[in-house]
Structures are given as structure tokens and as C-alpha cells.
């Protein structure tokens, strides 16, 4: 039997540090190991604390399959209020994580200083729609309940798509919720008052580009989008994943201050 290949590093993370903080949100079927990149770039240069969780459900095919989208909600809702006292605080999500991202920056306006949005899930490629229709009206998900990933992750850096240890199958039963997440996203997005630096890779085969445009559009801040060329779906580990830190480092260092008397509540 040939030996397995080795696997990146799917765990949560805190990198600590202070007083500004960061907290990254990886995507469906996904882990933190898409943000672990970013985060260190972002830790080296500001020296920010840098949390990033495992959102629920992520455990396994089977145990997301049974997580409906406000608990991925109610999960980076209580991350973000793990960074309670930070100075300026930085919420970066992931395809999902980057629609949760959003929906804490409405819901928390005076926490959340600024929003990274790595090829935003707020509309997915025909397959992925196709799914979410089929599993919402027909007995599909019943007959097939997980597609396997026969390609593995969305990403053209060979090395980077070996190491990703996400989950190697979508329940369609997610999908379905992402959806419904998306269409929750859609409509809060001119209340987001966050600015935001929004980056998607040309060559994404899970998300449409169209839909990232609309976000980048819609949102009610200052928004800059980005657009990787040779970058697949996770442009934070894709091969031009130097230039997505560098935009993101600029970014943050643009924000301006807290200000002393603002409340972080």
C-alpha cells in the first residue's frame, strides 16, 4: 500500500498578540488550515493576534450534514466575542466564512473595523446551483447525501491541494444551507458599513465571479475587489496567494484607529 500523503495542519488556531486582532473563517467542508497562510503573514507584519476556528459541523461529511446554517452563524458570532477588548478588530472569512464575515459586520458594527473577503460564496457555479436545487426539490439528497470531491479542493497550487485537509465529500444537505445563507447575506449587504477588500481568483470553479462583483457592489462601505488570475477557489493558498496577503496587509494597514472613546461593545 503506498504511503498516505501528508496533510496541512486543519486545526484551530490563536496566534496571540495584541492589541489589534483578527479573526479568519474558513468555508464549507473546509478548515482552518485555508486562512493559516494569511493569518501569519498578517501576525509577522502587525504582530495582531490571529484566531482561527473550526466552525461547527466541520468535524466530518456525516456531522455537518446535520448543521444548519444559523449554527454556523452562532459559531463565529462567539469567536468574534472571544476578542472582546482588541483594538481594531479584522474579520476575514473564506467562500462561507466570508458570508459570515459579512453578517457579523452588520450585526456588530462597532466591533468589526474591517472586512477581508476571499472569494465570497454568495453565488456558486452552475454545479453547485444545480445541486442546491435538486437537493431542495427532488429526493435527491436523500438517494445520494454527499458528493465526493473526486478532484479534490478548488486550488491550482498542486502542493497547496495535497496538503488541504478539508472534508472529502459535500453533504448535499449543506449546500442546500449555504444557499439559504446566501440569500440571508444578499439582502443584509448595503447595511455593512465595514470597509472591505474583497479578492477572487479568475479561474474559481465553485463561486461565480458574477456573484462576487455583486457583493463587492452591494456592500455599504468602501470596497476594493481584487481579482487573482491564475487563482482557483482558495486564492489564500492558491499560487498567488503572496500577492492576496500583501493586498490584505495593505488593507489593514490603511485602517484608521480606534478611536480611545469608542466602546468595543
Not at 473563517?25 to 488550515?33: D, K, Q, R, Y
Not at 448543521?67 to 474579520?91: F, H, I, K, N, S
Not at 472529502?168 to 447575506?185: I, N, Q, R, W
Request: hydrophobic share 45%; charged share 25%.
Amino acid at each position: 500500500m503506498p504511503e498516505p500523503k501528508a496533510r496541512g495542519d486543519g486545526r484551530p488556531f490563536d496566534l496571540p498578540g495584541g492589541p489589534d486582532a483578527a479573526l479568519l473563517l474558513h468555508g464549507l467542508t473546509g478548515s482552518p488550515f485555508e486562512v493559516r497562510y494569511l493569518a501569519e503573514r498578517l501576525h509577522q507584519a502587525f504582530g495582531i493576534r490571529c484566531r482561527g476556528p473550526v466552525l461547527p459541523g466541520h468535524e466530518s461529511p456525516e456531522a455537518l450534514a446535520r448543521v444548519p446554517w444559523r449554527e454556523w452563524m452562532d459559531g463565529a458570532r462567539r469567536e468574534l466575542l472571544a476578542l472582546d477588548g482588541a483594538g481594531r478588530t479584522l474579520v476575514v472569512g473564506c467562500s462561507m466564512g466570508a458570508l459570515l464575515a459579512c453578517a457579523l459586520a452588520r450585526d456588530y458594527a462597532s466591533r468589526v473595523d474591517g472586512l477581508v473577503l476571499l472569494a465570497p460564496a454568495l453565488r456558486l457555479t452552475f454545479p453547485g446551483r444545480a445541486a442546491a436545487w435538486l437537493a431542495r426539490h427532488t429526493p435527491l439528497a436523500r438517494v445520494m447525501p454527499f458528493s465526493r470531491k473526486r478532484s479534490g479542493p478548488d486550488v491550482a497550487d498542486g502542493a497547496m491541494r495535497a496538503l488541504n485537509p478539508c472534508l472529502d465529500a459535500v453533504p448535499l444537505a449543506s449546500v442546500v444551507e449555504l444557499s439559504d445563507l446566501a440569500a440571508f447575506v444578499d439582502a443584509l449587504l448595503p447595511e455593512v458599513r465595514a470597509p472591505a477588500l474583497v479578492v477572487a481568483g479568475g479561474r474559481d470553479h465553485t463561486v461565480s465571479l458574477a456573484g462576487v462583483r455583486r457583493m463587492a457592489g452591494r456592500l455599504g462601505g468602501e470596497t476594493r475587489l481584487v481579482v487573482l488570475p491564475r487563482s482557483q477557489h482558495l486564492v489564500g493558498i492558491d499560487v498567488e496567494r503572496d500577492r492576496c496577503a500583501e493586498e490584505a496587509r495593505l488593507f489593514l494597514d490603511a485602517l484608521p484607529a480606534r478611536p480611545a472613546a469608542v466602546s468595543a461593545r
